[in-house]
C-alpha cells in the first residue's frame, strides 16, 4: 500500500507541475509583443513590362499593417511616398488600408530601366516606419517590330507594305534603317506615306521586276519615345 500511495503522489506532483508549466505559458503569450516591424509585402509589376502594363493596371506596393484610415482610402496622397527614376507622371491612391497604387498618367518610355524607391519616412497606424528605404526596378522592352505584311499590290507591280512597331517611329530613322532588296542583291525603291512619327508605317514600292523581295530592318532604328 505505501509503494502505491508513493507511486500516486508522485503522479500528483507531476500533474501540478504539468499544469504550472501550462499556466506560465498561457500567461507569457498574453504579454504584450513588441511592435512589429512595418515592411513591404509585395511591389508589382517588376521585371520586365510592356511599356502600357503599368499604365492599365497601376503600380501597387502593400505593406503588412494598415497605414491609413477609412476616410483616406480613395483618396489622391498629397505628399508622393516612391519616388521614380527616370520620373513618371501620375498619382498615388490608397486601394485599401494597405495597399497603395500609382496610376501613371501615360504608357513608360521603351527600353528603359526603371527604378521606384519607397521611402522609409512612411508611417503606419501603428506609429511603425519601414527599416529602410525599399528599392524595386523594372523595364520595358526596346522597339519592337510587331508585324510586316503586303495590304495591296497594283497593276503596276507596286507592293504597299505596312509595318507595325511597339513605339513610334520616325518616317527619316525609317527611311534610314529599312532596305528592300530584289533575289539579286538589287536595292528596291520605296517611299514612306507617313509624315510624323507613328507605330503604324506604310511603305510603297517601285514596280518590283521579281516575284518577291527582301525586307530588312537595321537593328539601329530606335523610336521616339
Known sequence: MLHIFKTRWFWVTSFFATINVVGLLIIASRVEK??????IESFSPQGDIST???RRSGIVIRF???MVVQQDIGAPVAKEPVLFTPSIRGHFRWDDSTTLRFYPVEALHPATHYQAVVLRD???LAGNRLPSDGVFEFNTPGLIVAAIYQI???NERRATLAIDFNDAVSPAAL??????TLNDGKELGYTIRESGP???HFVVTEPVPAASFIVNISRKLC???
Open 64 to 66: 503588412n499593417q494598415p
Open 175 to 180: 527611311r534610314e534603317n529599312l532596305h528592300l
Open 152 to 154: 495591296a499590290f497594283g
Open 122 to 124: 512612411l508611417i503606419s
Open 223 to 225: 523610336g521616339t519615345g
Open 52 to 54: 502600357d502594363l503599368a
Open 34 to 39: 513588441p511592435a512589429q516591424e512595418l515592411r
Open 198 to 200: 507613328s507605330r503604324n
